[in-house]
């Protein structure tokens, strides 16, 4: 069954530091996978997409994630953390066939200043 | 992208009784989609929704409890029906324009309080 997991529930990071939150998957073929971001009472926002090709892609806000088919991995990185950038993060991956996305538990991102 | 407004965007109910939550999409999308997110917790998929069909429900999720509408491609409802408080979360929507698979742009959700 396909599934998605982020095994950091919450993470602690000096403003100006760099960030990585990680995210493996289980899909038994080629996943579309995407980051999604949701700060306090807001809804999801899009980060960014993996569909296919080049395996480092780049989002928007200044985050990048790097595909690893080895690792069955999507990581999210941002070398240099701002304090707005403190919210919900969620690693999903698509589902061909039904149009359906799985969502990983999330990673809290705290920023200390 | 789409822009999703939800209405309302909070509530507090009493228990046993039902809440309509809206959903609206400034553009036409091919498929919505509802979602609970309970607190401090991922989103679980309640429904698809498409237009002229009835929804596609999830494991767990009946349509007595959760009946949808989908009357056009702009616009859908949730209800939550007989409320108890471990309905109480955040319900979000979003849609699918079809062009991106799988890429969802999401409304910005409703806070149901069932006391």
């Known amino acids: 069954a396909q599934s998605v997991t982020q095994p950091d529930i919450h993470i602690t990071v000096s403003e100006g530091a760099s960030l990585e939150l990680r995210c493996n998957y289980s899909?038994?073929?080629?996943?579309?996978l995407f980051w999604y971001v949701q700060s306090p009472g807001q809804g999801l926002q899009l980060l960014l997409k993996?569909?296919?090709?080049?395996?480092l892609v780049q989002g928007i806000k200044g985050f990048e994630a790097e595909f690893k088919r080895s690792q069955s991995s999507f990581n999210l990185r941002k070398p240099s953390v701002h304090w707005s950038d403190a919210a919900e993060y969620f690693c999903?991956?698509?589902?061909?066939?039904?149009?359906?996305?799985?969502f990983g538990a999330g990673t809290r991102l705290f920023v200390k200043a | 992208s789409a822009v999703i407004s939800q209405k309302p965007s909070r509530d507090i109910c009493q228990r046993g009784t039902s809440l309509t939550i809206q959903c609206q999409v400034d553009?036409?999308?091919?498929?919505m989609f509802w979602y609970r997110q309970q607190p401090g917790q991922s989103l679980t998929l309640i429904a698809t929704?498409?237009?002229?069909?009835?929804?596609?429900?999830e494991s767990g999720f009946v349509i007595d409890k959760f009946p949808i509408s989908r009357p056009n491609l702009t616009f859908s409802t949730l209800t939550v029906s007989n409320m108890s408080p471990e309905d109480s979360s955040i319900y979000l929507c979003?849609?699918?324009?079809?062009?991106?698979?799988?890429?969802?742009?999401f409304g910005p959700g409703t806070r149901l309080t069932v006391l």
């Open positions: 979003s849609g699918e324009d079809g062009i991106q698979f799988n890429e969802q742009f």
């Open positions: 999903a991956v698509g589902v061909t066939g039904g149009f359906k996305t799985i």
């Open positions: 929704a498409n237009q002229g069909s009835e929804a596609t429900y």
């Open positions: 899909y038994g073929a080629t996943p579309y």
């Open positions: 553009s036409q999308v091919t498929m």
């Open positions: 993996y569909f296919s090709g080049d395996t």
